[in-house]
T-cell receptor, first 111, second 113 residues
Framework: EPEVTQTPSHQVTQMGQEVILRCVPISNHLYFYWYRQILGQKVEFLVSFYNNEISEKSEIFDDQFSVERPDGSNFTLKIRSTKLEDSAMYFC?????????FGPGTRLTVT | TQLLEQSPQFLSIQEGENLTVYCNSSSVFSSLQWYRQEPGEGPVLLVTVVTGGEVKKLKRLTFQFGDARKDSSLHITAAQPGDTGLYLCAGGDRGSTLGRLYFGRGTQLTVWP
């Protein structure tokens, strides 16, 4: 069964460094998303992406964040200058109709 | 911001018991999705309901979307230890074009043998 994959599974970085989180969505899906989950809190929406552009972003998704679909299979989230409060699980999701299918997540730890 | 409240927050039952968990909001959603999440992993989609009053069954799990599309419930019959996990509801706020999902905090279910 097709699934969303994410790399790396765990990323440790120092405050102020740039990180790129990678996702391979399910191949025939058209809508792509990033969510995050701070430990012990709700899953929160960051951004949605369709037709090679951002369709919606949350208040969390400020100028430090960017997304890209560099080729036909990958979908990336870049954080330019990480802060301690960016430490969280980051989930990529993809969908075709109403459903959104989530990847296993990348645990980002900012020290 | 559209809020989804899930209850109860924790539920601990014996194997074989039935249970219902609830997902409520004051907002109308175009769709309602139920996920199950294990520690350190991503949410796994169980079901999506889109029509008010819709009922879907997945083996021993029954999902219902309220008539007004503001609430949903998940009923598990004859719970088993393998049902243990965090159950999340998530509401979608845009018609057929996928918009963001708003997640509840989840119900942590523990089923004891």
């Amino acid at each position: 069964e097709p699934e969303v994959t994410q790399t790396p599974s765990h990323q440790v970085t120092q405050m102020g460094q740039e990180v790129i989180l990678r996702c391979v969505p399910i191949s025939n899906h058209l809508y792509f998303y990033w969510y995050r989950q701070i430990l012990g809190q709700k899953v929160e929406f960051l951004v949605s992406f369709y037709n090679n552009e951002i369709s919606e972003k949350s208040e969390i998704f400020d100028d430090q964040f960017s997304v890209e679909r560099p080729d036909g299979s990958n979908f990336t989230l870049k954080i330019r200058s990480t802060k301690l409060e960016d430490s969280a699980m980051y989930f990529c999701a993809s969908g075709l109709t109403y459903e959104q299918y989530f990847g296993p997540g990348t645990r980002l730890t900012v020290t | 911001t559209q809020l989804l409240e899930q209850s109860p927050q924790f539920l601990s039952i014996q194997e074989g018991e039935n249970l219902t968990v609830y997902c409520n909001s004051s907002s109308v959603f175009s769709s309602l999705q139920w996920y199950r999440q294990e520690p350190g992993e991503g949410p796994v989609l169980l079901v999506t309901v889109v029509t008010g009053g819709e009922v879907k069954k997945l083996k021993r799990l029954t999902f219902q979307f309220g008539d007004a599309r503001k609430d949903s419930s998940l009923h598990i019959t004859a719970a088993q230890p393998g049902d243990t996990g965090l159950y999340l509801c998530a509401g979608g706020d845009r018609g057929s074009t996928l918009g963001r999902l708003y997640f509840g905090r989840g119900t942590q279910l523990t089923v004891w043998p």
